[in-house]
């Protein structure tokens, strides 16, 4: 291992790099990755297997604690979870005065965000391992709690407190869904598929959310502050944000007429800022291993589920397209993560204003994982480097002379 804190900084030449393409920014162990062979890992575990016998919050202790957990550790870790669920009722103050129109992922960064008031202590960079290990279990706990009220907000419902006696998953749902008047069973088959997509999303080494947290983290901010940057990293369209892009871009095609070479012929043309969204990565130059998991998964949910989708037709026929497309193999763009995930969460009746919201609920156990490993390995603060183009040293002139 590299001992990065006795690295100094050099005061002669400067790398640039745009975009940190292939600037490591920091040793790991957590996740790998090979973007040539379409591999993916966590703390060596692959993620084929982990998506089809893990559930999600024992892929969450793996992340963060690096081992996955046996019986008796899952169990009082579930516990401990659960007992952290409920927040604060001033944070419903907090959402009641967003405007019903607010995207989810503003309230989201918000409300983590607003976590620091609630719990002061976490503020503190010199905590004990033991204390910075409940502020983790609190945003496990409080972060679906918070995603679903934001949501609740957003259609104008009443606020569902969270129910105990479900798994991770199915709580959400429930709190998503639950209204006064009507009974509100789980379905397994939509609880299982989000929890699988949660597994898919859970880390994904140094990617532009994940490089953020690390970085606001490494000025010593609280970890609620560095999640809350994360979120909002994670919002914008080329990162977490393609998720609900891919859908409105799907539902534009159909409107249009559903006609996909005019948009492969738009997404080529370097004169029109339009890209086909849920394409291309900047790591993954073979498909995305979490996308052909997740194809087979949205068939799987489609099926039981009854639902026939021309949208997912749509997808298909823009797929088959792009893999075929001189442009597209020419520069290795696959359908990533992201092409898939916004048909399921649509066919499991989630909102399109909430796909990148589901996305962070996934990604958080990564997020906090590479925040641990970033203080625990003492890392300096993030500071990038850049090359000046601006004006040489200019005479000033006084507001008359100018
Ligand atoms: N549609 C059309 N052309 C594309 C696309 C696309 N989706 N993606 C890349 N290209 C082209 C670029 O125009 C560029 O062409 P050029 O070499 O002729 O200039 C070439 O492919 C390389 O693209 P870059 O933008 O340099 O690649 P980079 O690694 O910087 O970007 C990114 C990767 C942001 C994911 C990009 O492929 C993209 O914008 N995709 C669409 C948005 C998306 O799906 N984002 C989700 C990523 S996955 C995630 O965050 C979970």
């Known amino acids: 291992a590299i001992d990065i804190s006795s690295l100094r900084a050099s005061t002669g030449y400067i790398t640039l790099d745009r975009g940190f393409k292939n600037t490591g920014s920091t040793s790991s ?13 966590y703390r060596g575990y692959s993620i084929e297997d982990l998506a089809e016998n893990a559930s999600f919050l024992e ?87 918070m995603a679903a009220w934001a949501y609740k907000n957003k259609v104008g419902h009443r606020a569902n407190y969270p129910d105990n006696s479900l798994d991770y998953c199915s709580n959400f749902l429930k709190m998503m869904f639950a209204v006064p008047s009507e009974e509100y069973e789980v379905d397994p088959v939509i609880a299982n598929a989000l929890d699988k997509l949660l597994i898919l999303h859970a880390d994904h080494e140094q990617n532009c959310s994940t490089a953020t947290v690390r970085v606001v983290g490494s000025s010593h901010a609280s970890l609620y502050a560095s999640i809350s940057a994360g979120i909002s990293a994670l919002w914008g369209p080329l990162h977490g944000g393609a998720n609900q892009a891919v859908i409105e871009m799907l539902e534009a095609i159909q409107a249009d007429g559903g006609d996909v070479q005019k948009y492969m012929a738009k997404a080529k043309d370097k004169d029109d800022p339009f890209r086909l969204m ?106 990038p480097r850049q090359v000046y183009t601006g004006e040489v040293k200019r005479e000033f002139k006084t507001i008359e002379e100018r």
């Open 278 to 383: 849920g394409f291309g990565h900047r790591v993954y130059k073979n498909f995305d291993p979490r996308a052909k998991i997740i194809k087979k998964a949205a068939d799987e949910v489609l099926a039981k589920l009854g639902i026939d989708d021309p949208i997912l037709e749509i997808a298909k026929g823009l797929e088959e397209v792009a893999l075929n497309d001189e442009y597209f193999i020419e520069r290795k763009l696959y359908p990533n993560v992201d092409f898939y995930s916004g048909i399921i969460y649509r066919a499991i009746g989630i909102p399109t204003s909430m796909f990148t919201v589901m996305f962070a609920l996934g990604r958080l156990p990564g997020w906090i994982a590479q925040w641990k490993e970033m203080r625990l390995q003492n890392e300096p603060i993030g500071r």
């Open 29 to 41: 162990s957590i996740t790998f990755l090979d973007g040539e062979k379409g591999i993916l890992r």
């Open 59 to 145: 892929v969450s202790y793996l992340l963060i604690y690096g081992e996955l957990p046996d019986k008796t550790a899952l169990e009082s870790y579930k516990k401990e979870i659960t007992y952290h669920t409920l927040i604060h009722e001033d944070i419903k103050n907090i959402i009641d005065g967003f405007p019903s129109n607010s995207h989810p992922m503003g309230v989201l960064c918000s409300l983590v965000s607003s976590l620091t008031a609630f719990y002061p202590e976490s503020l503190d960079p010199n905590r004990s391992a033991n204390e910075v290990d409940q502020t983790v279990k609190r945003l496990i706990a409080k972060m679906p709690t």
